[in-house]
């Protein structure tokens, strides 16, 4: 009856066997689950055109949900005592996804997020191979969260520190003390300034500066605001905000 299945839904589908057992039903239904979570999260990366999106979640959470119905498989039959071919997989991805962490030209930091978005959702898939049902669907609602909810928070709160980052293009390299000046006196402290060295041969002089503003009155200023009135310096080619 549908109700009984809705009740073994709720109880974690012990009662069904869905949990421990290994059959075409079972697999069937463990791999639609994670090609749906696949794709709303794989959507979420490519519609911000992240480096992992769609087709890439679908293959991954795929294959960690089958590592994780083998080690269901060996664990129920031959009496392993851990899930290795799951631990496997976990390793691998992340191994992967570490080598897809770069720095930008602006050198900033790319594909952190989506590197761990890929390793987490490697985990939850072998959770569902494996017939961990609650913890995967929490473990998946968390990570929705984190990635949606959360990054409104993390703008909310970062567009209204007193710290920011800027990419510096300036005309000429003698202009950098000009600049350092001028932005002293318009309140800012320069908490570190690097060469980029992705211009090393461009011809242009080029830095990533790190401000804090130490004046009140700057305060209530956003951090666009404050990077205009540095654009119409002399020495300034180019200014934009990093992050």
Not at 105 to 116: E, P, V
Not at 149 to 168: D, G, Q
């Amino acid at each position: 009856m549908p109700t009984d299945y809705i009740a073994y839904w709720l109880n974690g589908m012990k009662e069904a066997g869905w949990s421990s057992a290994v059959n075409l039903g079972s697999t069937a239904f463990k791999l639609v689950l994670v090609i749906v979570m696949a794709v709303v999260l794989g959507c979420e990366r490519a519609r911000n055109r992240h480096a992992a999106g769609l087709r890439t979640f679908i293959v991954l959470s795929i294959g960690s949900m089958f590592a994780g119905v083998a080690d269901l498989f060996f664990i129920n039959n031959l009496g392993v005592g851990f899930s290795f071919l799951s631990a496997a997989v976990v390793i691998g991805i992340s191994i992967i996804t570490a080598n897809t962490i770069v720095y930008s030209s602006k050198n900033q930091i790319m594909g952190l997020t989506t590197s761990f978005g890929v390793w987490t959702m490697s985990i939850i898939a072998a959770l569902v191979g494996l017939g961990l049902y609650s913890a995967a669907l929490l473990g998946f609602a968390a990570l929705m969260v984190g990635l949606l909810a959360f990054s409104k928070l993390e703008y909310y709160i970062t567009a209204r520190s007193n710290h920011f980052e800027i990419h510096l293009e300036l005309k000429t390299r003698s202009s950098l003390q000009e600049f350092i000046t001028a932005a002293r006196e318009f309140g800012l402290k320069i908490d570190n300034l690097e060469v980029n060295p992705a211009y090393a041969n461009s011809g242009l002089s080029v830095y990533t500066v790190r401000f804090t503003v130490v004046d009140k009155a700057l305060r209530k200023k956003s951090h666009n605001d404050i990077i205009e009135a540095l654009s119409v310096l002399d020495c300034v080619y180019h200014i934009e905000s990093l992050g």
